[in-house]
């Protein structure tokens, strides 16, 4: 019984080990991306998506490892909250980029 | 291995010294008062490995709340007076078109 | 000692009234004139219950909310914090008289009239705890409250000029707060305290206690415009509006310096090894030489008395080889405590009556270059005469407070053998006969005035007011020096 | 072990690039990702409210602060060829100098010394369990008053800069924003959950970490977005309802501490009713810090020039 | 699983240090803003990992930390645009720069390395 038990503590600490595993690989792609890449936009498109993508995965692999269900929700919201964020200051920032790209034309 | 409270300590001393130079040797005023929030952040991790370094001695849980507290009122007493450093460098520079003190401008 | 109960509130009201009355400025606008005026009473009465403690009950201390250090707070009014509360009570009352003049807020809020006042009130709630309380980290909290209102009110005025030379102040008042807290930090890593009394028992000559001596007396030596850096004082003292210059010259160091003083005196004074006494006392000495010079130099009036606050400080830091030093308490060590002591209380009475009367001739003649003040003697008499009042004090000459100051020291340093502390005195002396013999020569010359406009008598009468107390400081000289000796750390040497 | 390594490491790298190379705007952008990175620091020195703290001002309101003074610098005084650095030499030496000496008294500390054990042992006559928050309004209430004395001195200089014809004008320069625009989304879609987080982090503040300035800062980003984003103009200088909130915090503060005279000292809370006490003070303070810290960075009233 | 956080932690941390190679060189002020928005989304991955690593309570750091990360964007966007206080969306985007380039460094980066109207001092 104690180790069908720690059978299941197993399988969720493999779980979340493989989550955050994700989540980790994800933002060193971003990072790779971020320094990578040519231009401005495509740097923006690489780090905004990679990055969610990647607390998503953490957040979940996380969660796992909760004690008690408030902490669960405060990932999740804290995911919701980066979402938001990366997605207006992604927006933002490109059309700022896009404005100076203009200005320095001129 | 050096403890925790060792490196942060050291840490906070040479963010002190970067500080320092850079509040000394610049003259863009605005610089100047960044590198005054550099110094102070480095004076508090100081204090703050001091207290974590009480702590741990003392065997109580989480470092000595009063430099906690005590850095939590110089974090505010800085931001208060990086505010009106900001508004009177605004100020000087819309009345003389200068960023930086009349004696520093060549 | 009578620690926290009801005796507390007069102690506690000299720092609370004047915070009260910033936030009721804050809210009133309009009238923070007449909230200034009451805060005014109200302080000055409690300083004035305050000293009938004192000198009946001896030293008073307060622990905030009820903790004794070193978890919390301690405040504690001893004679030599008492005299400076009264020096700051006085000196504000004749400040906030002419000031309701000049920033008068009838006509509508204007923004000058409405950030005077909740920021000079502020200045002086800070003020009087840098003279009471007994907790570093406190006295750090005091000291940028007294910067940014300090600040605040060089740049009141809005042209380029002030607003530079408030910036310059910012710098290095923001580079001697740093420093000040480094030690803060430092002390309180090494004996878990920032309580003087209790580092005074737990302070030996090791690494941290060293370092954070010297960092302390830098950052403390930045704010009180110490010779090498005293670049910031003089175009923020003269940049400002009169009445606020004359806070900022008669009080304002004086807050830091009092800080510097405790520290060596009270919390660490076998840290204190003679070359560093000396070295002090050497600065003050250059900046007295130095900041006479160029008083010399200057061709407006307000740059004249801004210069000689640079001069007059540097005559406090004599207290340091004479009076302080481990060793056997000598006897002339409590003289050169107590003309110290007097040299800040006269400096104090003689520069703020200067620059309420700089502050007339401004609003007469519309300017103060020298020349524009020829022959206003004849018309502003009262003003002129308490100018030079004034300038008597500065000067040392008898009867006035000045001089009690400058023999007790003079003695002092002859009786320790220092002679050249006595030198520096004399130097000095005739340098600052030197520098306001140049005004004083334009107010009475025998030249018609020019147009100006009328100065009420009643305004004229504060400098003459200020100057006066201070010659009066001399003429009564024994009241003070007995209250004076209340609570000094080597109470029981009797002075020469 | 390897972790704090590295984080101290990335600390003094943001450092130096702070204060080293040329321009301003690099800089301010490395003191907004300083400010991340010390407030990682603090978790691993088991400080959680100076954690939130940092995060919320160092991370968060000191680089909009400074991000918008920079631009709106450039457009002051911008342009000019300049030294950036002067008197390098004897910077360098005192800046080696006071950090030789902090190291040397670092390293020369005597056995760790601490207030944890004394204000463990007070703690159950504080009224709050949150050590940090106890010592913050009751045992060192006194300098937590001041502090907020400080922020309202700071507020009251900023305004005194205003021209003078400007008097009276709202606070900071008139923002707008495009109607449906993104930015106009973010102004409704954060500040319900902003709100939410800044009066939680308060009322969490007395049993765990959190508080009055880590809630009031917070609450001032909030309004400072809906400022930004052009939904909620700033408010006019003069306005009664403004200044009675900028004053509550300390007005409170000080009045229960002049009530403690009652009570046999100044500040004194008994410890029956210190808990409804302490929280009737950060209620009052988390207003009037969340007001005054958004308008320390919006700045002075600017109607007339955008610029 | 503590040795597999701590090793989690310490490679987000690693990532972050690109993020700040980018900081520094980024020719663009945009690129700048860029990283420093990665550092705070990263900020709040790392802070989540140590609240998993010590003490759960510091999720509320992480809360702070991604309520805020937007807000310095929107400053500098707001500061950029052009009266200092509006909105880049406010004006139709110029589109032309949009076009594909085949294989040359975007337009943006062509500029000097510092974005012209870009930081402090003029003199490189």
């Known amino acids: 019984m104690i180790d069908a038990l720690d059978g299941i503590d197993g399988l969720r600490d493999a779980a979340s080990m493989a989550l955050t595993g994700l989540g980790l690989a994800f933002f060193v792609a971003g990072t790779l991306g971020l320094v990578r890449f040519p231009d401005s936009f495509s740097r923006l498109h690489a780090l905004t998506k990679a990055d969610n993508l990647g607390l998503g995965f953490l957040a979940l692999g996380l969660a796992l490892q909760a004690d008690h269900w408030g902490q669960v929700l405060r990932l999740a919201l804290i995911w919701g909250l980066a979402l938001i964020a990366a997605g207006i200051a992604a927006q933002l920032v490109a059309r700022a980029a896009l404005a100076e790209a203009a200005r320095r034309r001129r | 291995m050096i403890d925790p409270a060792l490196l942060y300590g050291l840490t906070g001393a040479a963010v002190v010294g970067l500080g320092l130079y850079g509040f000394l040797s610049l003259r863009h005023l605005l610089r100047r008062v960044l590198a005054f929030n550099v110094v102070g952040s480095g004076i508090f991790l100081m204090f703050g490995a001091a207290g974590y370094r009480g702590a741990v001695a003392e065997g109580t849980a989480g470092a000595d709340p009063v430099p906690q507290a005590l850095i939590i009122t110089g974090i505010v007493v800085a931001l208060a007076a990086t505010a009106l450093a900001v508004g009177l460098i605004l100020a000087h520079a819309r009345a003389t078109g200068r960023r930086t003190l009349p004696e520093d401008d060549t | 000692m009578i620690p926290g109960d009801g005796a507390g509130g007069a102690l506690m009201a000299t720092v609370a009234l004047p915070l009260a009355g910033s936030l009721l400025a804050v809210v009133l606008g309009r009238h923070g004139a007449q909230v200034a005026g009451g805060v005014a009473l109200g302080v000055g009465a409690a300083v004035a219950v305050l000293a009938a403690q004192v000198a009946g009950g001896g030293v008073l201390r307060v622990d905030l909310g009820g903790w004794a250090p070193p978890l919390g707070i301690a405040l504690m009014a001893d004679g030599l914090a008492v005299a400076f509360l009264g020096l700051g009570a006085v000196v504000m009352a004749a400040v906030v008289a002419q000031a309701a003049a000049l920033f008068s807020t009838r006509g509508g809020e204007s923004r000058a009239g409405y950030g005077f006042w909740p920021l000079v009130m502020v200045l002086w709630a800070a003020l009087n705890l840098t003279f009471l309380s007994r907790d570093l980290f406190n006295l750090y909290v005091a ?141 003050g000495g250059a900046a007295v030489i130095y900041g006479s010079a160029l008083a010399l130099m200057q061709g407006r009036l307000k740059m004249i008395v801004a210069y000689s606050t640079v001069a007059q400080l540097g005559y406090l830091f004599l207290v340091f080889p004479l009076a302080g030093g481990a060793g056997a308490a000598q006897p002339w060590e409590a003289s050169a405590w107590t003309g110290t002591a007097f040299q800040a209380l006269s400096h104090g009475l003689a520069k703020a009556a200067m620059f309420l009367a700089a502050g007339l001739f401004v609003m007469a003649v519309g300017h103060d270059r020298l020349e524009g003040l020829r022959g206003l003697a004849r018309t502003m008499p009262m003003a002129v005469f308490g100018f030079g009042l004034a300038a008597v004090a500065l000067l040392g000459l008898p009867p006035s407070g000045g001089f009690t100051a400058k023999y007790l020291v003079m003695t002092a340093a002859f009786a320790s053998g220092q002679v050249v502390w006595a030198g520096v005195l004399v130097v000095g002396g005739l340098l600052a006969a030197g520098y306001l013999y140049r005004p004083m020569a334009a107010l009475f010359a025998d030249a018609a005035p020019g147009p100006l406009t009328p100065v009420p008598r009643r305004l004229q009468a504060l400098p003459l007011l200020l100057a006066g107390l201070a010659i009066g400081l001399g003429v009564a000289s024994d009241a003070p020096i007995t209250f004076l000796a209340i609570g000094r750390p080597d109470a029981a040497a009797e002075g020469l | 072990m390897l972790l704090d390594v590295i984080l101290c490491g990335m600390i003094l790298a943001v450092a130096l690039a702070a204060v080293s190379g040329l321009g301003v705007f690099r800089a301010v952008v490395f003191f907004v990702v300083h400010g991340v990175l010390v407030s990682m620091a603090w978790l691993r020195l088991d400080a959680v409210d100076v954690a939130l703290a940092e995060a919320a001002i160092g991370a968060g309101l000191t680089g909009v602060l400074l991000l918008s003074a920079v631009a709106r610098l450039e457009r002051l005084a911008g342009g000019g060829a300049w030294r950036q650095r002067v008197n390098v030499l004897p910077a360098g030496l005192a800046a080696a100098g006071v950090t030789g000496a902090l190291m040397w008294a670092f390293l020369g500390l005597p056995q760790p010394a601490g207030l944890g054990a004394e204000v463990a042992a007070a703690l159950p006559r504080a009224g709050v369990e949150n050590p940090v928050t106890a010592v913050l309004l009751n045992f060192r209430g006194w300098d937590t008053l001041l502090e907020s004395v400080v922020l309202l001195a700071a507020l009251v200089g900023v305004w005194a800069l205003t021209a003078d014809d400007d008097w009276g004008a709202r606070a900071g320069v008139a923002q707008h924003a495009a109607p449906g625009g993104v930015l106009e989304g973010f102004g409704r879609v954060l500040p319900p959950l902003g709100l939410m987080v800044g009066v939680y982090l308060v009322w969490a503040g007395a049993a765990g970490p959190g508080g009055a300035f880590q809630g009031g800062t917070v609450l001032a980003a909030v309004a400072l977005l809906l400022a930004m984003a052009g939904l909620a103009p700033a408010p006019r200088v003069g306005a009664p309802a403004l200044r009675l909130a900028l004053v509550a915090g300390p007005a409170v503060f000080l009045g229960v501490g002049v009530a403690g005279l009652a009570w046999g000292g100044f500040l004194r809370l008994p410890p029956d009713i210190a808990k409804p006490l302490i929280l009737t003070i950060e209620a009052a303070l988390t207003l009037s810090i969340a007001v005054t810290l958004a308008l320390l960075v919006l700045g002075r009233p600017e109607p007339g020039d955008g610029a | 699983m503590i040795g597999w956080l701590t090793f989690v932690a310490v490679g987000l941390l690693l990532s972050l240090a690109g993020a700040l190679w980018r900081v520094w060189r980024g020719p663009a002020q945009a690129d700048r803003m860029m990283a420093a928005q990665l550092v705070g989304t990263g900020g709040v991955g790392v802070v989540m990992v140590l609240a998993a690593l010590g003490d759960w309570a510091a999720l509320d750091v992480a809360l702070v930390l991604a309520l805020l990360a937007a807000f310095a964007a929107v400053a500098f966007v707001k500061a950029n645009s052009a009266d200092g206080a509006g909105d880049p969306e406010e004006r139709a985007p110029d589109t032309a720069l949009l076009q594909p380039r085949a294989g040359r460094e975007g337009d943006t980066d062509r500029g000097g390395d510092e974005g012209r109207s870009g930081a402090g001092g003029a003199a490189p």
């Open chain 3, 143 to 283: 000291l940028e409250l007294l910067t940014l209102g300090a600040v605040a009110l060089v740049a009141i005025g809005g042209q380029a000029g002030p607003l530079a030379a408030a910036l310059r102040y910012m710098v290095f008042a923001l580079m001697g707060s740093l420093l000040y807290l480094l030690g803060a930090v430092l002390l309180y890593a090494a004996h878990g305290t920032l309580d003087i009394d209790l580092l005074a028992i737990r302070a030996q000559p090791a690494p941290p206690d060293l370092v954070a001596a010297g960092l302390i007396t830098a950052g403390l030596a930045v704010k009180t415009a110490l010779f090498p850096f005293h670049a910031w004082l003089p175009p923020a003292h003269a940049g400002a509006p009169a009445p606020a210059s004359a806070v900022l010259s008669a009080l304002v160091p004086k807050g830091s310096f009092f800080i510097l003083w405790r520290l060596w005196f009270e919390a660490m004074p076998d840290l204190a090894a003679p070359p560093v006494l000396t070295l002090l006392a050497g600065l």
